[in-house]
C-alpha cells in the first residue's frame, strides 16, 4: 500500500514538473526562432537593398557617361559652328559647354570613387579629355585672332585625330564595364528578392508554430491553474474590499485637492489684486510725491528769483530796498535747503545733529516764524510749561517737524481757528506710550480746531507718501518724516482725533540732564568769513559753475586757488605746483568719486589734508570711505567754508600729519 502511495505521489510530481517547466521550454523554443528568423530577414532585407543601391549607382554611371559623351559632341558641334560665323556669342557658348562636360567629368569621377574596376579607365578618359581641350582650344584661339582658314584645317584635323576616338573608345568601356556588373547586380537583387520571399513563407510555418505552441501553453497554464482557483477566489475578494476601500479614500483625496486647487486659486488672485493695488497706490504717492516737490520748489525758487531780480533793479537807486529783497531771497534759499534735509531725513540720509535744547526757548523762537507760515487769521497761543528741562535733539529738525504740524493744522482748520503749541512736564512707566522706556519726558503738543480725522484716516497718517492733500498740495512726507524723526531720538508721537473736533498731537522726547548747547548753524547768511593765512588750495570740481563758485569763495577768504576740472587731473597738477597746501574736492564725479581720487594720489601726497565738499553723504560722514577727512556739506557760507577749512588746516598744523576731521556743520 506504502509503495503504490509512493509511486502516486511520484508521478504527481513529475507530472507537476512537467507542467512548470513545458511552458518555459515552449517560450524558449519560440524565441530562439523567431530571433533566427528575424535575423535572417534582417540580412535578406539588407542584401537586398545593398544590391538595389549598387544597380541604382551603375545606372548613374551610365548616364553619366551618356550625359559627357552628349555634351563633348556638342561642345564640337559648337565650336564647329563658331569656326564659321566667327561670331563672339557662340566661342562664349562654346566654352560654356566645354566647361559643362568637364564637370559632368569630374561628376563621373566623383560617382565612380569606389569602383576600383572603372578607376584607370576614368583616369584615361580625363587625360584624353585634357588632350582634346588643348586642341580645341588652339583652335578657338586661331578663330579668335581671325585666322579662319587655319582654324578650318586644325579642325578638320581634329575630327580624326586619336584624342576623340580614344575618349569615346574610353567612354564605351565604361558603359560596357557598367553594363556588366548591372547584370552582375540585377542577378543579386533577384537573388535577394527570392530569399526574401522564402523568408516570409518560412515566418508564416514559424507563426502557425508559434500559434500551436501559444494553444499548448495555454492548456498547460490552465492545468498548473486548476489548482489554485480556490485560493485566487478569496485573494478577489480581498482585492475587492481592498479596491472599494482605496477607491473611498482617491474620492475623498480628489475632494480634498479640488478644495485645495479652489484655495490656491483665491489665494493667487487676492495676491494678484493685492499687487495691483499697491502698483496703483505707488503710482499715485510718486504723482503726489513729484506734485508737492515741484510745488514747494516752485514757491521757494520764485522768492528766490523775485528777490535777486528786484535786488538787481534797485542796488544803486535804493540800496535799503535792495538788501530786503536780498533778505528775502536767502529765506526762500533757506527753505529750499530745509525741503532737501526733509527728503534726505526721510530717505535716513542726512545724518541728526542733536544737542541739549530748551523746549520752551525754542518755542519761544519760532512764534514770529509760526505767525508769518499760517496766517493773521489763526489764533496762535503758546503754553510752556517744561520749566527748563532740556530734549536732545536736532533743533532744526525740531523746528521742522513743529512747522510742518502747524501747517497741518492751518489746513485742516482752513486758514481759520485756534491753534494751541504747548511743552509740559511727564513721567511714563515702561510702554504707556508706544514703546518709550520708562522715565522723564518732555511732551510738545500741537492743538488745532479743524475738521479732524476719521478713524481710517487716522490709522494710515505715518505711512509715506499718504496724503488727503490735493495733488500738487503736499508730498505726503510730513507726517512720516516726524515719525522717523521721533523714533530716531528715542521718543514716541501719538496724534487723537475725530472727525469735526479737532486734532491734537502729542511729542514725548526724553528729557536731557546735558548742559546746554548752541543750535548747528543753519544758512547764516550774516555770519562774517573766518579769515585764515593764505594757503595754496587745489579745488578739485566738475561743474563748471559750482567750480567758478567755489574758486570766488576761496579767493574772497584770502586764499589762492588752483582749478581742476577733472580728478584724473589732480596728480598733474600737484606735480606742478608744489607749495600746494589742503586738497578741496567734490565727492560724486565722473569716472572717480572724491574719496578714489584721495586714494589714487602717489604716496608723497597722501599727507596733504583733504576738505571734501558734498551735498549727499550719506548716514555717517566718519564713514571710511572719506578715511577721516573732513566733509562740508552744500549749500555752504563763506562762514562756513571758512571754519571747515579752518578745521582742515588746524588738525594739519597740530600734529604735523592728518588727523580724522569732524563733518563741518554748514546746512
Known sequence: MAEIEHQENSGGGIRAMLRRTMPLLLAALLIGSLGALLYT????????????????RSFEIIALARGFEARTARAEVTLARYVISLDPNTGRLFQDQWRGAGSQLKALRYATRASGWQRGNVDALQ?????????????????????????LGRFHEAGKSRDLRRITALLDLVIQAENHRLRERSLAVTLAGDRTEWVGKTSQLVGLAMLVSILFAAWFANAAYADRRKARRMAELEAERADRLEEAVQARTAELSDAYEQLKRESAERAAAE???????????????????????????????????????????KPEEAGRHLDNAMDGANRASALTRRLLAFARSEPLLPSAVDADALLSGMADLIDRTIGDQITVQFAQQARGWRIFVDQHQMENAILNLCVNARDAMDGRGRLMLATGQVQLQAGEVGECAAGDYVVMSVIDDGCGMTPEVLARVFEPFFTTKPVGKGTGLGLSQIFGFVRQSAGEI??????????????????????????PDAIAFAHTPVEQPPTRILVVEDDPRVLNQTMAALSELGHLPIACDHPTKAAKLLAHNGDIGLILSDVLMPDMTGPEMVKALPAQYRHLPVLFVTGYAGDNN?????????????????????????????????SGSRHPGTAAAAE
Do not use: C, W
Open 494 to 519: 501719538r496724534i487723537d482725533s475725530e472727525p469735526g473736533k479737532g486734532s491734537s498731537v502729542y511729542l514725548y522726547l526724553p528729557r536731557s540732564t546735558a548742559a546746554m548747547e548752541g543750535p
Open 275 to 317: 499687487d495691483n493695488l499697491r502698483q496703483m497706490q505707488k503710482m499715485d504717492a510718486v504723482g503726489q510725491l513729484t506734485g508737492g516737490i515741484a510745488h514747494d520748489f516752485n514757491n521757494m525758487l520764485a522768492v528766490v528769483v523775485g528777490g535777486l531780480e528786484l535786488a538787481k533793479r534797485n542796488m544803486r537807486l
Open 41 to 56: 530577414a534582417s540580412n535578406a532585407s539588407r542584401d537586398h537593398q545593398r544590391a538595389l543601391a549598387e544597380q541604382q
Open 622 to 654: 566718519d564713514s571710511a570711505d572719506f578715511e577721516g577727512h573732513a566733509v562740508l556739506r552744500k549749500p555752504y557760507t563763506l562762514a562756513a567754508l571758512g571754519r571747515a577749512l579752518e578745521t582742515a588746516l588746524g588738525d594739519q598744523d597740530i
Open 127 to 151: 587625360y584624353a579629355f585634357e588632350q582634346r581641350g588643348k586642341t580645341l582650344s588652339e583652335i578657338g584661339l586661331r578663330t579668335t585672332y581671325d585666322q579662319k582658314m587655319a582654324a
